[in-house]
């Protein structure tokens, strides 16, 4: 009976060793193919809808998935931003 726990710990540990890498190799793939985006003041951008999954019953999965385009009023660190319509004074944090 302890053996068996014994083993079946090991099991455990190993399975978890191959999680770990399995799930470095898929970041490293996606790191890849990933670019780096980053926007300057006077950007025109398009913003994401949030959350994306309630859809318009009008056009079900056919609904927007963004909506703009705004304008960069002020760029933070960490891609963080402030955008503002283009007919609007009205800033946005995003």
Do not use: C
Not at 29 to 48: C, E, I, P, Q
Request: net charge positive; no cysteine.
């Amino acid at each position: 009976m302890y053996d068996e726990l014994v083993s079946l710990e090991e099991e455990r540990l190993i399975a978890l060793q191959n999680l770990v890498q399995q799930k470095e190799r898929v970041e490293k793939t996606y790191n890849k193919r990933a670019k780096a985006r980053s926007f300057r003041v006077g950007d025109l951008v398009l913003k994401v809808i949030l959350p994306m999954d309630q859809k318009s019953r009008h056009f079900g999965k056919w609904s927007p998935k963004w909506e703009g385009p705004f304008i960069i009023d002020q760029v933070y660190s960490k891609n963080a931003y402030v955008i503002k319509e283009i007919n609007s004074n009205m800033a946005k944090n995003v």
